[in-house]
């Protein structure tokens, strides 16, 4: 019998890890988690079948900010999400550090996606193919 992959939960470092949860449950994920009701250190969001782990990290981890990873999500209508995570209050027009994906846009590589960053400097990437 051969195993099979049934899910895969990323773990993004947080500087503050309240905030974050914060953050994402205006993205509309909901909390399934968390290690301390008051100062987490370790929490899970969910939204959909996407689960994401926050574990807070010591100061000493943020020195190279621009090497972390890059999270992307597959959705269904990448204008209607960001639609949703503008009106949640979630994100703001401007969130897209500046890049020419901070609202949807098409790619060169025939996606069309938009890119924000979380308060834990993660960058996500949400997209759909063309």
């Known amino acids: 019998m051969t195993a099979i992959l049934q899910a895969i939960h990323p773990v993004l470092m947080a500087k503050d890890v309240a905030a974050s949860v914060r953050f994402y449950r205006a993205l509309g994920f909901r909390l399934s988690f968390q ?3 008051g100062e987490p250190k370790y929490a899970g969001v969910i939204r959909d079948n996407v689960e994401l782990h926050l574990q807070w990290g010591d100061p000493s981890q943020w020195t190279y900010p621009a090497d ?3 999270y992307r999500f597959v959705v269904s209508d990448v204008d209607a999400i960001y639609r949703e995570f503008l009106a949640s209050g979630g994100i703001e027009a401007a969130t897209g550090r500046g890049g020419p994906w901070s609202s949807p846009a098409a790619t060169p590589w025939s ?9 834990g400097q993660n960058s996500l990437q949400f997209y ?3």
């Open 35 to 37: 290690d301390s009701p």
């Open 68 to 70: 972390r990873p890059a």
């Open 111 to 119: 996606t069309r996606e938009f890119h924000v960053g979380d308060p």
């Open 128 to 130: 759909q193919s063309l």
